[in-house]
């Protein structure tokens, strides 16, 4: 099958990218079927320490498994927020996100350490990145 009519087939209709770190970025999307119907593709791309592309490893949920992965990746999270680590401040990334995302409208450097943001030179690997998320091969088709 040629990669315009494996584009069809599994048609995009939304996408959402999640930055984490300097090297990790998470995709959520959700894909058409030539059937009409829907399910969601969660990527992890990581980039690697060679530098030479990314590693990707992604899951397929379907619609029938909705409730079920959302009830138990809850289950899962709560576990390790009330029983594992109750101290630990989850909201520690989100506020240093916000304050990095706040000092590069305002133009200040907003330094951080290595593993926090990407440097604006990395935005074309992120494009690079994010293409490839995107791009399926008849091996990432599970039925």
């Known amino acids: 099958m040629d990669n315009d009519s494996n584009q069809r087939r599994y048609e995009s209709v939304y996408s959402n990218k999640v930055k984490a770190g300097k090297r990790r970025t ?8 030539k059937g009409d119907d829907y399910y969601l593709t969660l990527t992890e791309s990581t980039k ?3 530098g030479d592309g990314y590693e990707r490893h992604k899951i ?7 409730n079920r992965f959302i ?4 289950d899962a999270i709560n576990y390790v927020k009330q029983e594992l680590m109750p101290d630990y401040d989850y909201d520690e ?5 916000e304050e ?7 133009g200040d450097d907003g330094e951080f350490g290595d593993d926090d943001q990407d440097d604006d030179d990395d935005d074309e690997e ?9 791009m399926e091969t008849e091996d990432d088709i599970s039925w």
């Open 26 to 33: 998470y995709f959520f999307d959700v894909r058409k079927t």
């Open 71 to 74: 009830s138990s990746l809850e």
């Open 60 to 66: 397929f949920l379907y619609k029938e498994d909705f």
């Open 100 to 106: 990095w995302e706040a000092s590069q409208e305002s």
């Open 126 to 134: 992120d494009d690079v990145e994010e293409k490839a998320s995107k």
């Open 93 to 97: 990334f989100t506020r240093r996100q």
């Open 48 to 50: 690697r320490f060679n």
